[in-house]
């Protein structure tokens, strides 16, 4: 099976236009749509738009020392705009219209109540002897009955959470995952706009038990990340050509993506500690392509200069292939490895 490119005609993030005339962009309104905000709630637009404007500045700082790549010199000033977006990225509408189950996401957008609720009904069924016992006069609207038959309506409850999380994990949603296209937000190359799609981050922070902020920070790290790799400015004023960008190995630039998203969870950590964790459960459920980056140079103590530099040669020798790339990578890794014996 031939490797996929990165911004081949499938994607829809290489549309050139947005909105409801371009197919492969955007779904705007649809059933499916009105189901997801009622689970997820509008609440979860304001919570997105507030995490991005109180991390993009420390994001882009991040990434311009990661990367060493700058989006902005003496000659050059690239703007990347980013929009808090309505509506759902065309694969992932694609597949909730052929996979969308609404108890499973209702379940899975209710995940941490229904846990919590659960380990309260324990709590409450080991007390409930005692409870009656000392306050036999509270007010239950339940007509008389023992003790035993409150100690059962618990148990039903308890059993009824425990029987639908355990029929709809998170890994039910695996169609989902499985999609080979970033649907929490999008990197327009042939745009320069960036897109963060509030009622997907909603959803799947609810389902993946990540706060809304750190989903919202990573997001925005990566899709910051594809920026920066491909229109950052190194010390020559080299960029990636879009051309080259575009037809380079899915592997190659969700890796790089990927690579520079972890760096910044880890360097944002004393700011925002659960931000590696939020990365880690994401990462964990992304395709493999997104994880291949996890074998470049692993337990490298100068990775992040082995990666910086593989980067800088393969944008500059154009190279597109991920195999040629690990070549690539192989010899940095020696020649840091030398440098810092």
């Given at each position: 099976?031939?490797?996929?490119?990165?911004?081949?005609?499938?994607?829809?993030?290489?549309?050139?236009?947005?909105?409801?005339?371009?197919?492969?962009?955007?779904?705007?309104?649809?059933?499916?749509?009105?189901?997801?905000?009622?689970?997820?709630?509008?609440?979860?637009?304001?919570?997105?738009?507030?995490?991005?404007?109180?991390?993009?500045?420390?994001?882009?700082?991040?990434?311009?020392?990661?990367?060493?790549?700058?989006?902005?010199?003496?000659?050059?000033?690239?703007?990347?705009?980013?929009?808090?977006?309505?509506?759902?990225?065309?694969?992932?509408?694609?597949?909730?219209?052929?996979?969308?189950?609404?108890?499973?996401?209702?379940?899975?957008?209710?995940?941490?109540?229904?846990?919590?609720?659960?380990?309260?009904?324990?709590?409450?069924?080991?007390?409930?002897?005692?409870?009656?016992?000392?306050?036999?006069?509270?007010?239950?609207?339940?007509?008389?009955?023992?003790?035993?038959?409150?100690?059962?309506?618990?148990?039903?409850?308890?059993?009824?959470?425990?029987?639908?999380?355990?029929?709809?994990?998170?890994?039910?949603?695996?169609?989902?995952?499985?999609?080979?296209?970033?649907?929490?937000?999008?990197?327009?190359?042939?745009?320069?706009?960036?897109?963060?799609?509030?009622?997907v981050i909603g959803l799947f922070s609810k389902a993946l038990d990540i706060s809304v902020e750190d989903?919202?920070?990573?997001?925005?790290?990566?899709?910051?990340?594809?920026?920066?790799t491909h229109l950052g400015l190194d010390i020559d004023g080299n960029t990636w050509s879009t051309d080259?960008?575009?037809?380079?190995?899915?592997?190659?630039?969700?890796?790089?993506?990927?690579?520079?998203?972890?760096?910044?969870?880890?360097?944002?950590?004393?700011?925002?500690?659960?931000?590696?964790?939020?990365?880690?459960?994401?990462?964990?459920?992304?395709?493999?392509?997104?994880?291949?980056?996890?074998?470049?140079?692993?337990?490298?103590?100068?990775?992040?200069?082995?990666?910086?530099?593989?980067?800088?040669?393969?944008r500059l020798r154009q190279v597109s292939d991920h195999a040629t790339f690990l070549k690539i990578v192989?010899?940095?890794?020696?020649?840091?490895?030398?440098?810092?014996?």
């Amino acid at each position: 099976m031939p490797a996929q490119i990165f911004g081949g005609s499938d994607k829809f993030y290489a549309a050139a236009t947005i909105g409801p005339d371009a197919p492969l962009s955007i779904v705007f309104h649809s059933q499916t749509i009105a189901k997801l905000q009622e689970i997820v709630g509008e609440e979860a637009r304001g919570l997105v738009s507030a995490a991005f404007k109180r991390w993009n500045v420390r994001v882009r700082e991040q990434l311009r020392r990661a990367t060493g790549l700058k989006l902005v010199d003496e000659t050059t000033r690239t703007q990347i705009r980013v929009i808090v977006q309505d509506g759902l990225p065309s694969p992932l509408a694609v597949a909730l219209d052929k996979h969308y189950e609404e108890l499973a996401f209702w379940v899975l957008g209710h995940k941490s109540i229904l846990e919590a609720t659960k380990s309260g009904l324990d709590l409450l069924n080991k007390r409930t002897d005692f409870i009656l016992s000392r306050y036999p006069n509270l007010e239950l609207d339940v007509g008389p009955s023992s003790i035993e038959i409150h100690h059962e309506k618990i148990r039903y409850a308890r059993l009824l959470i425990e029987s639908l999380l355990k029929r709809f994990p998170t890994d039910s949603l695996k169609q989902i995952y499985a999609i080979e296209q970033d649907i929490l937000g999008a990197y327009f190359f042939r745009r320069g706009e960036i897109h963060l799609y509030w009622l997907v981050i909603g959803l799947f922070s609810k389902a993946l038990d990540i706060s809304v902020e750190d989903m919202t920070v990573i997001v925005l790290a990566h899709e910051l990340a594809h920026a920066y790799t491909h229109l950052g400015l190194d010390i020559d004023g080299n960029t990636w050509s879009t051309d080259r960008f575009a037809g380079t190995d899915l592997a190659v630039v969700e890796g790089l993506a990927e690579f520079y998203t972890e760096q910044v969870a880890k360097a944002l950590d004393g700011d925002h500690k659960n931000l590696q964790d939020a990365f880690a459960k994401m990462s964990d459920k992304s395709p493999d392509v997104y994880r291949l980056f996890k074998t470049w140079a692993p337990n490298h103590r100068n990775v992040g200069e082995v990666i910086r530099q593989s980067m800088i040669e393969a944008r500059l020798r154009q190279v597109s292939d991920h195999a040629t790339f690990l070549k690539i990578v192989e010899s940095a890794k020696k020649q840091f490895t030398a440098t810092s014996s």
